[in-house]
């Protein structure tokens, strides 16, 4: 049944402290052509070697220790995606319910239908596959569809790529997306904030150091570009190096090799380099801050992530996911939506931190809707307006105002504008789909006619 999905790089995982089941669907999953890793415990799946998330995961609810629901709710909250299939030895609704709110994609009871069991890991395999093939990022615009295709077609190759944006935006999450689709998927993703360590630590800390290399080094440790190796090696805020350091991944770029704080060894760096900033490359060259051979090393392949501001046809489908996504882990269950007059004012702010900054907006939203209705009260603007400024209206017709949420100029606003804007933005998000328009609007099917038809937009 699976058998031709047997070139997936990634392996199905068995955690279930009954060494007999293990043995049993590891045994069955291997025959349909899947690589499989077993574990007898959640500590023990946890404590492996990290490297990408599983393709699935099949999880025993009762574990020595932590159990599996405990388990799932651990993936949940450190963000990481897996499509994973319970295994009991009890029937328990109340049980069984709880795990496939919180996402699980199925609740098998023990013994376990054969057919059913590679039915549903076929499923899960396909559901990651797909969501690898844009990296579980959310994005429909042109300007996001443009990165995604550029990290499509470096992914496959051992180019040195160069990510640039706002924070926020999302660029280590395309740095995952390329190292995925790339022929080192099988190894690990490796990842260090340049920005936030000084430059001893940070030196150290990627190339790792000898017993004895200076006061504390009781012994001997290996740096990030070593456990990379086979991998990438993603560093992040490049632009905050120190000039010595630089001329060190300089070196790495340039020949393939380095040494240990305290080393006479050179060390082969089998890694793939992707790098990303949000500073001005350039400018920082021209300022004698960013070695200009470096920058030229780095910049082989570039992509621009575009801030939030720009593609504001992302927010409400980013916004739709964060609810589903979040509602599970903050509160225990989804919330119940998200009123109209909210949507607006998510439209209507500049987002200066990205989808960082959304994706917080959302959780603090849904703390205090506490399961209802997200309202535009619960948005972390309204918390603070007496010390920060408000966030800007949605761009309006031609001539027209453009004010703040609870700003408003002397001479009045367009409220007609304001709402042709937001009905047309919906319609070409939801492709002109009104159905689907009309959802993203709070609206019903024959009120968004009715508006449509007032505007011409019919």
Not at 153 to 174: F, I, N, Q, R
Request: some cysteine; overall charge neutral; charged content about 25%.
């Amino acid at each position: 049944m699976i058998a031709n999905r047997g070139d997936m790089r990634r392996p199905v995982c068995i955690v279930d402290d009954d060494a007999s089941v293990r043995e049993a669907v590891g045994s069955l999953l291997r025959s349909a052509g899947l690589t499989v890793e077993t574990f007898g415990s959640a500590r023990e799946f946890l404590a492996s070697p990290r490297r990408d998330a599983p393709s699935c995961l099949v999880l025993d609810v009762e574990l020595p220790g932590q159990s599996g629901l405990d388990l799932q709710q651990e993936l949940i909250k450190g963000n990481v995606r897996v499509p994973i299939i319970f295994l009991t030895g009890r029937g328990d609704i109340p049980m069984s319910v709880r795990a496939i709110r919180a996402g699980a994609l199925d609740f098998l009871t023990k013994p376990v239908d054969v057919d059913q069991l590679l039915g549903a890991i076929e499923k899960g395999i396909a559901q990651d596959h797909g969501a690898l093939q844009s990296g579980g990022v959310i994005g429909t615009s042109q300007s996001w569809r443009d990165v995604l295709a550029q990290a499509a077609k470096v992914a496959p190759t051992e180019t040195t790529t160069l990510l640039s944006g706002e924070s926020g935006t999302g660029k280590e999450v395309v740095a995952h997306l390329i190292h995925r689709g790339s022929r080192r998927a099988e190894g690990p993703f490796v990842a260090l904030n340049c920005a936030a360590l000084p430059e001893a630590l940070l030196e150290s800390e990627l190339f790792g150091y000898e017993k004895g290399a200076f006061t504390g080094a009781v012994s001997a440790r290996a740096g990030r570009l070593e456990q990379a190796a086979g991998g990438t090696l993603f560093l992040d805020e490049v632009g905050e190096m120190s000039p010595g350091v630089q001329a060190k991944v300089l070196r790495v770029l340039q020949e393939r090799e380095f040494q240990r704080l305290g080393g006479t060894r050179m060390l082969k760096a089998d890694v793939r380099v992707i790098a990303a900033t949000n500073r001005d490359l350039k400018v920082a060259m021209t300022q004698g801050a960013f070695r200009e051979d470096l920058y030229y090393r780095l910049h082989v392949f570039a992509i621009h992530l575009p801030p939030l501001r720009e593609r504001r046809e992302d927010i409400l489908p980013l916004l739709e996911h964060f609810v589903q996504e979040l509602g599970p882990v903050v509160i225990e269950r989804p919330a119940a939506g998200i009123s109209r007059e909210a949507r607006a004012h998510f439209l209507a702010y500049a987002w200066p931190g990205n989808v960082r900054e959304l994706r917080n907006a959302v959780e603090r939203a849904l703390i205090l809707c506490e399961g209802g209705l997200i309202n535009p009260e619960h948005l972390p603007w309204h918390a603070e307006a007496g010390e920060s400024t408000p966030p800007p209206a949605p761009p309006s017709a031609p001539g027209a105002a453009e004010p703040a949420l609870g700003v408003f100029p002397a001479h009045g606003v367009d409220l007609e504008a304001i709402e042709r804007t937001l009905i047309e933005g919906a319609l070409k998000q939801a492709g002109w789909n009104k159905s689907r328009a009309a959802t993203l609007l709070g609206l019903s099917r024959g009120k968004l006619y009715t508006r449509m038809e007032r505007f011409g937009l019919s």
